[in-house]
């Protein structure tokens, strides 16, 4: 059952939204430094480069991505879902051992929601109590001045970070290209910041919360993954309860808990993390800080929210490696093991050999055979290439193409031409394999099959 205080399949109404109290304290602190190195990151990355070429490119767009500085192909895309399933394993083995700590503090919702946005909304628009007294207030100057300044600093950052995301797709350089000479910008870009930015707009000022709460499926997997043995925001009810007023007499039979309310005032999304574990708990620890702080006032012992599992609230050891752990931690060593074999054994070209459509094979009158097909060469590499084709095992030539030069990034084609002697082909199918040699080195090793008439006695 969820414990919210906005039901959670409520339309979305603003006015229904809780305005939390601004957070402070200990935590408060160090998530403010985990998002400015975050956030850093991820504006000085796209300017990263190695070798000349970006440290990160993500085109899906012409599904060519560089990663460190390697580039990859379409043909790579196992590499990549190897990548995106490593991500994953990581992600839910954190969950399972530390709880939604990726949603508090990594997750670029929270981030922007918490870090960014919602501080702006303190700035111009005051504390939670101010702001809904604005709330309430009818339409004077100064409420529409906050608002539109509000909103038009808002729409400012919506822009900022689209331009910053289509870096990552085009590279920066394509991007400042584009910006010294904007009458070549294609209109797809246009298209492109207008939809991401409404997009982010709409989310950090419509959506907000409700992205953790009710759209995001990592927040409603949490279910799933947490057990007792997870570290998660948590009330230490044993200690807490029973709960009561601060009074004269120094709340004698009633437990830490002065029902201040304030872990519930600071929640950004509404709940009441008394009420024991909530899948609406983005593990954002304001309620940690807000309740420490009440303890160090009526000087009590800090901690009655705090970071621990269920088994450590009764009493347990905090953390506890179980067999869950030990599952998840040997899938993800195997999977991080078998993806640094393939990225290290990955090839710098993809050759791919087709057969030319129609005619199956020639009889020529010097008694030999000749096959036609269809070559394709991917460079993956920044460099040119140039590469000779060699039979390999197989007495007969490749009579064309005599070399194929790719250029950096790109793909060569050409027709290929094989020609084998009649008597050395003892079947209708004869599989035959291709060295692609570079530098008189053999690159790759491509197979195919060669087709004669019969197969001679
Ligand atoms: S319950 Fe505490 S940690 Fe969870 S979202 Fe609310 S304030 Fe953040
Ligand atoms: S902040 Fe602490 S003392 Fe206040 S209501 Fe919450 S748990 Fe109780």
Known sequence: MSH?????????????????KKPAGKFHRARVWVTVMLMGLFLVTPFIKIGGHPFLMLN??????????????PQDTHLLIFLLLIFFVFVILFTVVFGRVWCGWACPQTLFMEMVFRKIEYLIEGNAAQQKRLKQQPWTNEKIIR?????????????????????????????????????????????FIFAFSSIFYLVFTVIREYACTVICPYGRLQGVLINKETIVVAYDKNRGEPRGKLSRDGNSGLGDCVDCTLCVQVCPTGIDIRNGTQLECVHCTACIDACDDVMLKIGKPKGLIRYDSL??????????????????????????????YLITSRKNTETTVVRATGQLYQELANGQISNLYNIQVVNKTYDTITVTLQLKDQNGLIIRPERLVIAGQSIAQDVMLIEIPAKDIKQMKTPIEI?????????????????????KP
């Not at 919210?4 to 939390?20: A, G, H, L, M, Y």
């Not at 600093?153 to 689209?162: A, G, K, P, R, T």
């Not at 899938?331 to 993806?339: E, K």
């Open 4 to 20: 919210t205080e906005i039901p959670i399949d409520s339309p979305i109404t603003r006015n229904s939204r809780p305005v939390p």
């Open 60 to 73: 899906f767009i012409e599904r060519k991505f560089i990663i460190l500085g390697q580039i990859f192909w």
């Open 147 to 191: 608002k539109t300044a509000k909103h038009c600093i808002f729409i400012l950052i919506s822009l900022f970070v689209s331009n910053v995301v289509l870096a990552y797709v085009v590279s920066m350089d394509q991007l400042m290209a584009w910006y010294a000479n904007p009458s070549v910008i294609p209109a797809g870009v246009f298209i």
């Open 311 to 340: 088994h450590g609230l009764s009493g347990g050891k905090k953390l506890r490696i179980d067999a869950r752990i030990i599952a998840y931690s040997t899938v993800l060593a195997l999977l991080v093991g078998a993806f640094l």
């Open 435 to 455: 060295d692609v040699i570079s530098n008189d080195k053999v690159i790759e090793s491509v197979s195919t099959m060669f087709l004669a008439p019969v197969a």
